[in-house]
């Protein structure tokens, strides 16, 4: 029997230990490449475009030959304005490319030592530099549509004769999210949060080609989708896969997020759910990679992002 591609030697390209044995000097040459890939890591000015500029190796930084502007390499990009070493940094990409399922921000911040405020802010960082890669793109051919409920949730009283019926409007907290996916067979997998699954067929028509064949459940609200693709059925109280119809990519996608709230974060907001999910889908679509080349790409993508408006001083603001 083949052994499993993730259980073999070919998955793990890439460990903690290496990136700790390489060391500070290390760890800022890899984020100088990652940064300037086309001139392989010589400093471009991001002001005027200058190649050429002079080095203040005292503080990391170079100043512009051209214009005499002064940058670091992760100057105007997610990283931008960053106090922890390239070392931590690069450790901590690669102990969230390593953890398959996520990985609690506690648990971060015990293993890089930082503040949880730190890994907190660091990781939604990522999550959101990485949800990039597919901005803009549709799905098209054979696309599986889905969702599911997280959060909100409605402690039961003590007593029984104190107990209401959670499922009724209004018993409920109105901080239940529906995570809705549209997963191509052998493609992307793009999702977006919304307070119903309902709201989720507008989304599938924004971001599936027309042409492109839906599968999809037996829930009402999808019936609106049949006017404008051809539209595959299955009534899961009878089967899972039937005459052709199925949708377990995109369950399959569903029950990981769950695994990844349920076990390792315990609690998503429902006003970061977006982030959780988006960072399950590129996993999922990732999964086949080795944890080297993940961690490449998420470094890629961060180096890539510019200053994020919506975590840049995110406690000085929430505080």
Not at 234 to 256: D, K, M, V, W
Request: proline content about 2%; charged content about 25%.
């Amino acid at each position: 029997m083949a052994q499993h591609f993730l259980l073999s030697a070919a998955a793990r390209t890439l460990s903690l230990r290496s990136v700790y044995q390489g060391g500070e000097d290390k760890a800022y040459e890899t984020f100088c490449r990652m940064r300037w890939a086309e001139t392989e890591g010589k400093p471009i000015c991001p002001r005027c475009g200058g190649v050429e500029a002079y080095a203040i190796k005292s503080r990391r930084k170079f100043e512009c030959k051209a214009c005499g502007h002064q940058f670091s390499v992760t100057s105007g990009t997610i990283f931008a304005s960053r106090k922890m070493a390239f070392v931590d940094l690069l450790a901590a990409i690669v102990i969230l490319a390593n953890a398959s399922k996520g990985v609690s921000m506690l648990q971060l911040s015990r293993d890089i030592d930082c503040q949880y405020k730190t890994a907190f802010v660091l990781a939604h960082k990522l999550r959101e530099a990485i949800a990039s890669e597919v901005k803009g793109e549709t799905l098209s051919g054979t696309v599986e549509v889905d969702g599911a409920y997280f959060g909100g949730h409605v402690k039961p009283s003590n007593l029984k004769a104190n107990r209401i019926d959670r499922r009724l409007a209004e018993n409920q907290t109105g901080k239940r999210r529906v995570v809705v996916v549209a997963r191509q067979r052998d493609g992307r997998t793009i999702t977006t949060v919304t307070k119903s699954e309902a709201d989720g067929v507008a989304f599938v028509e924004t971001i599936v080609a027309p042409g492109s064949v839906l599968h999809a459940d037996e829930a009402g609200h999808w019936n609106a989708l049949h006017a404008k693709y051809k539209t595959f059925r299955i009534n899961h109280q009878e089967a899972y896969s039937l005459n052709g119809a199925c949708t377990n990519q995109a369950e399959s996608f569903l029950a990981r997020l769950r695994r990844m709230v349920m076990g390792q974060h315990h609690h998503v907001s429902g006003q970061y759910l977006h982030q959780f999910a988006n960072e399950a889908a590129w996993k999922e679509d990732h999964r086949r990679l080795s944890n080297g080349e993940i961690a490449t790409k998420k470094l890629a993508l961060a180096m890539a992002h510019p200053v994020s408006r919506e975590w840049k001083g995110y406690w000085q603001r929430a505080a």
